[in-house]
C-alpha cells in the first residue's frame, strides 16, 4: 500500500509539472510574473507539495528564478541568452521542419492550416493568450509529424524560456508572428525541405524580432547570430 501510495505521489507531481510546463511554453504567464505557490495549489485542487516539487524542477530548468518562498518568479532572458536559445531553435526547428516536408501527409497539413485559421481569428480578436497557444501549437507540430519524439523533448526545455517571452511580445508583434508561418505550409505541400527549413528560420528570426525589441537588443540585430 506504501508504495502505491509513492507511486500516486510521483503520478500527481509529473502531472502538476508537465501542467506548469505547458503554461510556460503556452504563454500564460509573462516575465517577471510572481508566482504564489498556495494560488497554483487551489488552481490545481492539489496540496502545496506537489506545486512546490514542479516549482523546484522548473527552478532547475531555468524556467522560473526561486529567490525565495515569497519570491517567485518568471525567469526573464538576457539578450545573450536570448540569442543563444535563438541559434539552437534555428538549427533544431530547422531539421524538424525539413524531416516534416519530406513526409507530411494531407492530414498533416490539414492540421497546419487549421492551425492557422484560429490563429487568424485569435490576432484579429487581440487574444494574446489564445494567439500564442496556437503558437507553439505549430511550431511542435511539425517535429511531431516528422517523428522526431527525442528533438520535441530538446525543443521543450528551450520553449519552458521562450514562452513567456513570445506571450509578452505577441500583439506587439502584429503579423509578424503569423505571416512566416504561411510559406512553412507551402514548403511542406511541396514536399521542398530546402525552403520549409528555410522558412521556420525566417519565422524564428524576423518573426521574433519583436520578442528581441522588447528584450532590449533589437537595434542591432542586423545580422541573424546562428
Partial sequence: MAEFTTLEHENLNSVVYGALCDALMQGR????????IRDLAEQFGTSVTPIRDAILRLANDEAI???????????GLSE???REIRAIR?????????????????????????????NEAAIKDGD???????????HFLLPRIAGLPVLTTILRRLWLQMGPH???????GGRAMIDHHYPVVEALK???????????????????KPILDRIGGGSSDAQPSA
Avoid at 492530414?107 to 492550416?113: F, K, M, N, R, S
Avoid at 494574446?128 to 505549430?138: I, S, V
Avoid at 513570445?166 to 506587439?172: F, G, H, K, M, T
Wanted: charged share 25%; glycine share 6%; no cysteine.
Fill in 190 to 208: 511541396r514536399h521542398d525541405p530546402t525552403a520549409a527549413s528555410m522558412a521556420i528560420v525566417d519565422d524564428i528570426l524576423l518573426g521574433g
Fill in 128 to 138: 494574446r493568450l489564445k494567439g500564442t497557444q496556437l503558437n507553439q501549437a505549430f
Fill in 166 to 172: 513570445i506571450s509578452d511580445a505577441y500583439l506587439a
Fill in 29 to 36: 504567464f509573462q516575465p517577471g510574473d510572481r508566482l504564489k
Fill in 65 to 75: 528564478t526561486f529567490r525565495s518562498p515569497r519570491d517567485i518568479r518568471i525567469a
Fill in 80 to 82: 545573450n541568452r536570448y
Fill in 90 to 118: 534555428v538549427r533544431l526547428e530547422g531539421l524538424a521542419a525539413e524531416t516534416a516536408a519530406q513526409v507530411a501527409t494531407s492530414a498533416d497539413i490539414q492540421a497546419l492550416e487549421q492551425i492557422l485559421l484560429e
